[in-house]
């Protein structure tokens, strides 16, 4: 087994009842990988039931109110159950169900992975428990319910924080009761190898779809390929594909929560440090003594103390670049893009439009940024009410 | 900490957790590090010893412990709002030497250790008299950055087995240093009214390939769970059952502590 590593990244730190699951795992996703059936299955899968390819969308009235370079976004929040999270938890749920699995697990911070594992769950057949930190079940009411409604059962974490990080630390609790008959459908490219590979691999046709689209439209490669990051896989998906393109230049947004300046931030890259947690190694948002810190954006989606390892590599080789963006310059690209283009975007996706907007006007108009809307908003549009003083509940 | 042995003119060395695991069953105590304070946590080590522990484990306190049910999560987060940190438990376990020579081992998890640098954790627990190290999120793979450095400081590297090990017993056994954890049950950590997994099967394998003492932990509640596997191992291993006394008692633990600990040594095995 090869560990799975990215650089000094990745690696399989998790407890000893896990490991002949984990290799397991690896095994059976090594078959499948280049199983033809299975990747066929998994193609119509996300053609005729998530809609994909989804559009490379050119947004001409923000490229002309911006003045600089041509702006595309990448639309995955037009996908079934609206973001990008429908791409690996089909290809999860269909690799459970040829393992034999009769029951997947999931973790979810604002909901978007629990509700599309719900979803993928009643496709398949297959029984469904989501784990979600008490504080995002009560912020998140409507996606406890949407699960509910899809058959899932949903467990609200009472452990530590409350909040993603502390689903995770249940989930893995849970696995390790429970490891037979069920597959925990991890929803980010982060935990031990092989879940950053897996994840990767299922996000990648995100990049696979939007290399070849701006080739069609455009005759030539981007400059700017971006995406939000939290624990990273809309990003990783998005750059993948061009990574090897190396006049690509490739920008995550982190959430920098009030600013990295202060404790209430999520932005790992800035201020974190190279640690090991839930499985991996990579860098972390932590003290001096390695106690994981509380973080804090406005988006519960980026709101997450760590960064999967092939993003933390990218990083040390410079190959991509992370921005941190504050919650107050992600309402403002919420409300923008809404105003200027007629889309509603995730609160997370909108961390990406915010520097798009600051980096566009500095570039040539003959120069091409896709970003990546990794998601639709309605799950917002309370809670960003609410930040701008209006008393609104869902 | 090593020991000549004897009878072989000491030029093998047995060491410490190794000698309290050989010739004998052996109770092992575990509270978590500053819960409710280090002062108590000083305490309770002595009143488990004085009470027939052989062995103690002592957690360090991590925000997030993946492998620890509610009731060992509540004390590391007890533990920490406490103020307890990494170099106060070091400077504890100094203050404690001077008063016990019983086997200490540290159950830390990695980023405790790989935070604070391996070199400078491992020297201070060779300098504060630490035994061992139990490190429940570092399986058999990912030992080798860690393993070199605790064996120069003559740490031993504890290493778990679990019902789900299979092909794998052998493999981790082979290079097992200290004592072997045989985890008793799927999941995490707390008390259990049964246990299912074939203890005996697991011990006999490990014993075609090492005679490094092995002691079985996770859900052991009762004197009679605690005869039944020293029959089976050379210890047994309580942590939660402990810890929900000092939950339940706080400062007061001490001598509650000595009354399970007496209680649960008389089920050791006795041949």
Not at chain 1, 230 to 238: E, K, P
């Amino acid at each position: 087994m090869s560990n799975g590593r990215f650089g000094i990244h990745g690696g399989q730190y998790i407890p000893e009842t896990l490991m002949n699951e984990i290799h397991k795992l690896e095994e059976s996703y090594e078959y499948y990988k280049n199983n033809k059936e299975f990747q066929e299955e998994l193609a119509e899968l996300l053609r005729d039931y998530a809609g994909r390819p989804s559009l490379l969308y050119y947004a001409e009235k923000m490229t002309k109110d911006l003045g600089g370079a041509k702006i595309y976004f990448k639309r995955e929040d037009l996908n079934h159950t609206g973001s990008h999270k429908i791409n690996n938890v089909l290809g999860q749920a269909l690799l459970a169900k040829k393992m034999g699995k009769t029951r997947i697990i999931a973790e979810t911070g604002a909901g978007q992975h629990g509700v599309a594992t719900a979803t993928a769950a009643a496709l398949l057949g297959l029984e469904c428990e989501i784990f979600m930190g008490k504080e995002d079940t009560v912020r998140q009411a409507l996606n406890v319910y949407r699960m509910e409604l899809l058959g899932a059962k949903v467990h609200p974490v009472e452990s530590g924080t409350m909040t993603l990080k502390d689903a995770v630390n249940e989930c893995m609790r849970e696995w390790t009761s429970r490891v037979d008959d069920t597959l925990y459908v991890l929803g980010s490219v982060m935990g031990p190898h092989p879940f950053p590979t897996i994840v990767r691999d299922f996000q990648s046709v995100i990049s696979r779809e939007a290399r070849a689209q701006i080739l069609e439209k455009e005759g030539k490669l981007p400059d700017v390929v971006m995406a939000c990051v939290g624990g990273g896989s809309n990003s990783m998906g998005m750059f993948y594909e061009f990574i090897g393109d190396e006049q690509v230049q490739l920008i995550g947004c982190e959430a920098a929560g009030h600013g990295v300046d202060t404790d209430k931030t999520a932005a790992t890259m800035a201020v974190g440090t190279e640690g090991v947690f839930h499985g991996m190694k990579s860098y972390f948002c932590q003290d001096e003594y390695g106690q994981i810190a509380p973080v804090y954006s406005i988006s519960a989606g980026l709101d997450y103390p760590g960064v999967g390892p092939e993003h933390a590599y990218l990083k040390d080789i410079g190959r991509a670049e992370y921005v941190p963006v504050t919650d107050e310059e992600a309402v403002n690209a919420f409300e923008y893009i809404a105003r200027e283009e007629g889309i509603i975007a995730a609160i997370e996706s909108s961390h990406a439009v915010a520097h798009l907007m600051k980096l566009a006007p500095t570039m040539r108009k003959d120069q091409i940024i896709i970003c990546c809307l990794s998601g639709r908003g309605d799950k917002d549009v309370a809670a960003i009410a609410r930040y701008r003083g209006i008393d609104l509940h869902e | 900490m090593w020991q000549p042995l004897p009878d072989i003119g000491g030029l093998i060395y047995m060491s410490r957790i190794q000698d309290a695991l050989t010739g004998k069953k052996t109770f092992i105590g575990f509270v978590t590090a500053g819960d409710p304070s280090l002062e108590k946590t000083e305490e309770f080590v002595l009143e488990m010893e004085r009470a027939g522990a052989g062995l103690i484990e002592l957690g360090i306190p991590f925000s997030d412990p993946i492998a620890e049910g509610p009731v060992i999560q509540d004390a590391n987060l007890r533990a920490l709002s406490a103020g307890c940190t990494t170099d106060k438990i070091f400077d504890m376990v100094k203050r404690l030497r001077q008063k016990t020579q019983i086997p200490l081992v540290f159950l830390a998890y990695l980023n405790t250790l790989f935070k604070y640098g391996y070199e400078k954790f491992c020297s201070k627990c060779e300098e504060v008299g630490i035994d061992g190290l139990i490190i429940p999120d570092m399986p058999f793979e990912e030992k080798g950055e860690l393993a070199p450095v605790a064996a120069a400081h003559q740490m031993d590297v504890i290493s778990l087995i679990a019902p789900t090990s299979r092909q794998r017993i052998q493999i981790i056994a082979k290079e097992a240093a200290g004592f072997i954890y045989i985890v008793s049950s799927l999941g995490v950590t707390g008390v259990r009214s049964e246990i299912t997994t074939d203890i005996g099967s697991i011990v006999e394998a490990i014993r075609e390939v090492t005679q490094v003492p092995t002691a079985v932990g996770f859900g052991i509640n009762t004197p009679e769970q605690v005869n039944q596997y020293t029959r089976l191992a050379d210890g047994a291993i309580v942590g939660s059952g402990i810890v929900k006394i000092v939950a339940q008692y706080g400062e007061a633990a001490g001598p509650e502590i000595y009354k399970y600990v007496s209680r649960m040594v008389k089920g050791l095995a006795t041949d």
